[in-house]
């Protein structure tokens, strides 16, 4: 079940907000919403479900509403009308008491502009959430030494916020998010106020973090790179509206409308789509079989080179069309002839990186996952193609080596 | 065409005497209470042996100011006692520190209502508008009417007259904090006493204290025209010089008054410098 679930959550601001739902039910737009009765649409209509230990990232440019999002969800701005379900409870229906009790233990959130508390240290801030909870001293300052031992920034306790970086100020603030161990994180711009080394350090350390923690993140972003880069699902806001939900390959590879496709079509691919992105499936021999066999394949096929693994697809080696010639003339076996250090990378290399490999080598390269297992080849032709913008391309077409 | 006048003046004696007939056994409850401060402090500070307590304050400065801060206080507190002024002095100081103690505990209050409700800020800015613009004679009648002679009605004016500053400043400190810092304390879940206690209040202590300190200087600035409705202190010796036409008693007594009010002023300063730099 989806950990967190909005159903048409819409936000106006305004005198009399409850005006603009009929006409948002018709269609019309933000603009003339505004134009005929003086109403903002903050949110309009949103749906969407969170699963359990996903990066859930929404993102849009500024004044697409995805700020005012992420506030309904913990109700820091009151939704107009709507449903937010944290694991199937209203979060609308709730006290103000269990509202409190909600924000305290279930829902963290880290901000744009760090929103640290300037007269207390760093510890002092870490353990405000555990403070308001009422947990004992003792206890709580060991929650928060844990959650500060997890941003790195160990020995920094007594520090007081004007005295960190940018970048240090945004570990405590998100060490304050997690101290309390809630269930989700929300995280408005966490990144954006930082220079671009300091962000793409500290993206990578929340994915590190998340690879441990396995924390819902409701991550807000106006930088597609930024979202293309953490999220398993991103949202895709213009004017109050989520225009496309989907996995980053989806949104790049099928753009919903021409507003995705503008939005996406600047986008750096080479540093976004990785290698399992466009592998393709590799045509593998066993070492058993003879170099005639392997010759005959490869013509079938149409192809130049075979790869060659074990049972297990552990890959061994590539052997070419010439060195199963060779091996035929000179009566050795497969494993002899075959070279033995072919160009692998792991499916997560970005594509900028392969085009290293591939420059200073004939063969294609092979994708080997942490078990040294085969899991496909990537080929120049295909990651040109997707660089051009087309969709995967089928397996084995190109496949002969330039 | 001629609008026949609107009898304020008789409205407001109504008024008066209604309050006078009804709220009696309040007015006498406040006037046994304040009396009984002021008298109190004005005792304890002539207890004390003047030496002694010129040492007192000269520690006190020297330890939340500097050396230069601690010498002005022993020089200036040994010339009000060279000049003979010293009882009539902490007369005066009793009577400041009870006005600006009551001001606090009533101002900070409704600075913080004021605050929290924009509602509430709309009724109470005007009538610290009126408070302050109001000529103090004017409401020293009746507060001989309500609490007599004497001490009492002097405090009570100055208080009328000095409290603006504490409420208005409290309510700016508190308003002053960063929006984002109170969106913080609201999602981690925050009961509004504890946003108030853990952020809003330490955050605006600084203000705050510029607040009490214009609320101290006022209080002071009050004294001569608490003497003119029986309060006694160097205030009435300069109200006593005025009218007996004596410039050179009125000099040493207004003398006395400005010294005290700098060593005030710069230990509440101190004060808030402190707390900014903390």
Redesign the interface.
Known sequence: MAIIEAKRLTKVFGTDPKKAIPLMDKGWSKEKIFAETKLTVGVNQADFAIEEGQIFVIMGLSGSGKSTLVRLL?R?IEPTSGQVLFNGTDVLRMSPEQ???????NI??V?Q?F?L???RTVIQNIE??L???GIDKNKRREMAMSALELVGLAGWENSYPDQLSGGMQQRVGLA?GLA?DPDVL?MDEAFSALDPLIRKDMQDELLELQSKMKKTIVFITHDLNEALRIGDQIALMKDGAIVQIGSPEEILMQPANKYVERFVEDVDLSKVLTASHVMVKAETITPDKGPRVALQFMRDRGISSLYVVDKGMRLLGVVTAEDASNAIKNGLKLEEVMVREAPSAAPDTMLHELFEMMSSSKLPVGIIDAGGRLKGIVIKGAVLAALAGNSTPEAGEHHESA | MNLPKIPLADWIEWLEAWLENHLEPLFELIRIVVGETVGGLETVLNAIPPLILILIFTALAWYIGKWRMALFTLVGLFLIDNLGLWSQTMQTLALVLTAAFISVIFGVPVGILCARSGTVQKIVTPVLDFMQTMPAFVYLLPAITFFSLGVVPGVISSIIFAIPPTIRLTNLGIRQVPSELVEAADAFGSTPSQKLFKLQLPLAMPTIMAGINQTIMLSLSMVVIASMIGAQGVGAYVYRAVTQGKTGVGFEAGLAIVILAIILDRLTQQVINKKKTA
């Open positions: 913990n820091l509202l409190r009790q909600f924000r305290r233990k963290g959130m901000f502009k929103a508390f300037p007269h405000y959430g403070e308001v909870q304050r309390s929300l």
